[in-house]
């Protein structure tokens, strides 16, 4: 069993940066991909980043490539989602996961609460 707890919402100007956190509680944390999610409203939930237990292999989607950045340090159960020149269209409720999955959400058990970011034009 893992719980996931996000952090580091908030209201940001376009071209601004925040730095989101996933704090996980569970021994099996290390052995688990760890993706970050992003649902706006009214529409579904999209994939954003992912990254492999090892942290050896990532994968972002097209529309955050180049500004955002996902990490993980398995000593503090904590995966990150650092996010930079950000854009109103990045306003959405951000969720951390923990699975085997990839790119899908069905591939992920486990899922933090969300954390609301919203992007000012």
């Known amino acids: 069993q893992v719980q996931l707890v996000e952090s580091g919402g908030g209201l940001v100007q376009a071209g601004g940066s925040l730095r989101l956190s996933c704090a996980a509680s569970g021994r099996m944390f290390s052995t688990y991909n760890m993706g970050w999610f992003r649902q706006a409203p009214g529409k579904e939930r999209e994939f954003v980043a992912t990254i492999t237990w090892s942290g050896g292999a990532i994968k972002y989607a097209d529309s955050v490539k180049g500004r955002f950045t996902i990490s993980r340090d398995n000593a503090k159960n904590t995966v990150y989602l650092q996010m930079d020149s950000l854009k109103p269209n990045d306003t959405a409720v951000y969720y951390c996961?923990?699975?085997?999955?990839?790119?899908?959400?069905?591939?992920?058990?486990?899922w933090g609460q969300g954390t609301q970011v919203t992007v000012s034009s």
């Open positions: 996961a923990a699975g085997v999955g990839w790119i899908r959400t069905t591939g992920y058990a486990y």
